[in-house]
């Protein structure tokens, strides 16, 4: 049975601004990928990210080149060897996933483990800004259990301070993405080890994981861009306390399960996270996040809007997607 591809770029508006290391942004754009037999529709969403360069003409690229394959009917396996780890690929994984799904009358979730899945509480997340503006937005955020904090340049030291003090019983992991140095990384490391941080992801650009190796780590470090599929993750134990797994670096669910099971194996710890997306993008990492140590899935939290049907959201209680969402 033939398939049918649809390609479609969606835009939705982030409720203010979302600000990191790199820049800031202002709405979420998203690519979304449908697949038709007939009879059943399975539908996944990605993230073209520019730090991997990608941009959504170039990930339409790539799903076009597999477009042949896939309406002959391209499994999973045959997704993996034809197309490269990245978002798109990670659009039409999750798609056949759904559409697996519905041709079997079954949900993912139950494809995936034994186990049914529960809600889970996801981080939330408080943009890059001034030491002042961040410690508002984590007083306002000091009732939730996990807080995730963009940092990465000038001035972290007051960041940290900043927030670690508004939000007293909140974990707190901080986010660098890359924006520190190896000249200022004992100082930050020493300065969030006193504020009790409970994790630091990705302080030192991808490249740089040899220092780790030899430099005290007295806060846990989890490696996001230096972690994109299960192929290197040996060369991070040692460097990293744990990686941060998103389906958008994978290239999709598919290969995110095996990464979640080598990492394990490995001693690692494990945080499944996402880019700024909706909850199309989210469903398929609830359910690879069911025993992660983190989730950091508050993508739609951070939009003005989010698609309908979305995912339910009780503050940051997240809860397994229904098949009129995916899967």
């Known amino acids: 049975m033939r398939i049918d591809l649809q390609i479609e770029r969606d835009r939705y508006p982030i409720a203010g601004k979302f600000t990191i290391s790199r820049g800031s942004k202002t709405e979420a754009v998203v690519l979304v990928c449908t697949l038709r037999d007939g009879n059943h529709v399975g539908c996944g969403e990605c993230v073209p990210y520019a730090r991997y360069g ?16 896939i309406a002959e009917g391209a499994t999973r396996q045959d997704i993996l060897r034809l197309m490269r780890a990245g978002a798109a690929r990670n659009a039409v994984d999750c798609a056949l996933w759904d559409l697996e799904a519905k041709r079997m009358g079954k949900r993912v979730a139950a494809m995936i483990s034994s186990k049914p899945p529960h809600p889970l509480r996801t981080a939330i997340t408080i943009s890059m800004g001034d030491p002042e503006a961040m410690a508002e937005a984590a007083r306002a ?10 940092i990465g340049g000038e001035n972290d030291a007051a960041r940290i301070h900043a927030v670690a003090d508004a939000a007293p019983s909140s974990r707190i992991i901080l986010d660098a993405n890359e924006g520190w140095t190896e000249e200022n990384f004992r100082k930050n490391m020493m300065i969030a080890a006193e504020a ?26 989890c490696a996001d861009e230096s972690a994109h599929t299960s192929q290197g993750l040996e060369a991070l134990v040692g460097r990293y306390d ?57 993508g739609p939290l951070l939009l003005g809007r989010d698609r309908s049907p979305g995912l339910v959201y009780e503050g940051t209680l997240v809860y397994p997607p229904e098949p009129d969402l995916w899967g």
């Open 242 to 298: 744990a990686v941060n797994i998103k389906l958008d670096k994978t290239g999709g669910l598919t290969e995110a399960l095996t990464m979640r099971t080598r990492a394990r194996e490995l001693g690692l710890g494990i945080m499944v996270g996402c880019m700024v997306g909706t909850s199309l993008g989210m469903a398929p990492a609830v359910l690879l996040a069911q025993d992660a140590d983190y989730a950091d899935l508050d």
């Open 141 to 150: 955020l000091s009732a939730h259990p996990v807080i995730k904090v963009k």
């Open 54 to 69: 990608e941009s959504m003409e170039s990930v339409t690229a790539e799903i076009e080149a597999a477009r042949g394959a």
């Open 196 to 221: 009790g941080i409970a994790l630091i992801e990705q302080p030192l650009p991808a490249g740089q994981d040899d220092f780790l190796a030899t430099t005290p780590r007295p806060v846990p470090v």
